[in-house]
């Protein structure tokens, strides 16, 4: 077997069987010990998380982000790719029913990111005078596996910090040359230099970049993609009927002809939407670590609210485009069907928009998976690592934008599948303490 064999035999099992039902187990385990937070708490987390929005003046520093700059940071990783070509994979492979199994995995996966975000808050650090967390942290001084942690950090470096952003830089390049014919490698560089400029201030720049930008692109691309469904809005109804019913009986839309089953609808859904939404994944918690809070609860809820801005609005928005023009039974899939179905709404300027977008998704990011990646490049070796860490992550993101990626691809799944399965058993045996810690919460509210 040759060795991109051996990668995707590993990921059929990982993402097809075993972490796809260990992290719906996971939520609904959480959604029952915390008595469903994510129905009783929504509320309080919105009004946290929109009331901090216009509050102004206050910049992250050593000891941490406000609570928004630690989400913005949180949702500049979560909204990326996933969000335009994972959608649209999803469809494609589970058919339009996969849209009802990606919100079940968003309902669930808010109580598993609640835990993360408020175990990330109780075991935070501060290191060379810079407060820093995430699950290597808890890992190690909450569940007592130092080499747990080791194998997590390692593992989510090369994921996220080196390969996963070679992928994201490929995804800016491919739509920016398909949109306006600009060399890939060009691309590459820019992407490279602007992302430097940014790291290169550490946290304090980091969080001005995501609470500018992030808002910013979540409503370009809300308002577009409402413009197009607007625009067909005698399919809106049709829509979500082919969700619902899909989701439960996918051989009655289109007339079978997609030819998909339940369980591939119920695959395709919930691994898209995880893979999308990050909730289990243990990479989100390294924003939430440094969040300046009263309280771990609240930023349990601050990220959840996450979860729902990734998958219910932003994911629904790209699956009511691709599914009000009709082009899901096309045959094509990932960003070629997303492009295909603006280009169907927008005509000549669907590319440019879908360009637009994938910079401002990818470009965000690069820099919160590069900050995830430097927590745990903190937990190895202190902050003397950072500065090469920040180098190879900018070569990275250079021949990123030249590769053919379907095996790069591959390689960031089976390291973002091997991250997990330390996280998840942190979380199980720490499942005590956050319990603990949202009664304690709900007590002084």
Not at 151 to 158: K, Y
Not at 345 to 360: E, V
Not at 372 to 393: D, H, M, P, Q, T
Request: aromatic residues 14%.
């Amino acid at each position: 077997m040759t060795f991109e064999g051996i990668i995707k035999t590993i990921n059929d099992y990982l993402w097809g069987y075993i972490l796809i039902f260990l992290l719906v187990g996971t939520g609904i385990y959480f959604s029952i010990k915390l008595r469903f937070p994510q129905i009783r708490q929504i509320n309080r987390g919105m009004k946290q998380v929109f009331g901090g929005i216009f509050k102004k003046g206050e910049k992250a520093d050593k000891d941490g982000m406000t609570s928004f700059q630690a989400l913005a940071t949180a949702i500049a990783a979560q909204v990326g790719t996933g969000n335009l070509a994972g959608v649209a994979t999803a469809i494609a492979s589970g058919g339009p029913g996969a849209i009802f199994w990606m919100w079940i995995s968003a309902f669930f996966g808010m109580s598993t990111i609640f835990a993360e975000a408020v175990l990330a808050q109780i075991y935070k650090e501060k290191i060379d005078g810079e407060i820093t967390g995430g699950p290597a942290y808890y890992i190690s001084k909450g569940a007592k596996s130092k080499g747990l942690a080791v194998f997590f950090s390692i593992a989510i470096i090369i994921a996220l910090g080196f390969v996963g952003n070679m992928v994201q830089s490929n995804s800016i390049a491919a739509a920016a040359n398909r949109a306006f014919g600009i060399n890939k490698i060009w691309i590459g560089i820019f992407t490279a230099i602007v992302a430097g400029m940014i790291l290169i201030g550490g946290i304090t720049r980091i969080a001005s970049f995501t609470e500018l930008v992030v808002p910013f692109m979540a409503v370009l691309y809300i308002v577009g993609s409402l413009i197009i469904i607007i625009i067909n809005y005698r399919q809106i109804i049709p829509a979500f009927r082919s969700i619902f019913v899909g989701a439960f009986s996918p051989q009655a839309i289109a007339g079978g002809v997609l030819g998909v089953t339940i369980k591939e609808a119920i695959r395709y859904g919930v691994s898209r939407g995880l893979f999308s939404n990050e909730a289990g994944m243990g990479s989100t918690p390294h924003a939430h670590a440094v969040a300046k809070v009263n309280h771990p609860g609240e930023q349990g809820l601050v990220a959840m609210v996450g979860v729902f801005i990734d998958t219910v609005v932003i994911c629904t928005m790209t699956a009511l485009v691709i599914i009000t023009t009709g082009v899901y039974t096309s045959g094509a899939t990932g960003p070629e069907l997303t492009q295909m179905a603006f280009t169907a709404g927008f005509g000549k300027y669907g590319n440019p928009f879908i360009a637009i977008s994938l910079f401002f998704f990818a470009f965000s990011t690069i820099i919160g998976w590069y900050f995830f990646g430097e927590a745990n490049i903190r937990f190895l070796f202190g902050k003397g690592g950072i500065k090469y860490y920040r180098i190879i992550v900018l070569l990275f993101v250079v021949f990123g934008s030249i590769l053919e990626v379907e095996l790069v691809w591959s390689i960031a799944d089976m390291f973002n599948g091997l991250m997990i399965i330390p996280n998840l058993i942190a979380l199980f045996i720490l499942s005590s303490k956050v319990s603990e810690s949202l009664k304690d919460f709900e007590s002084k509210i």
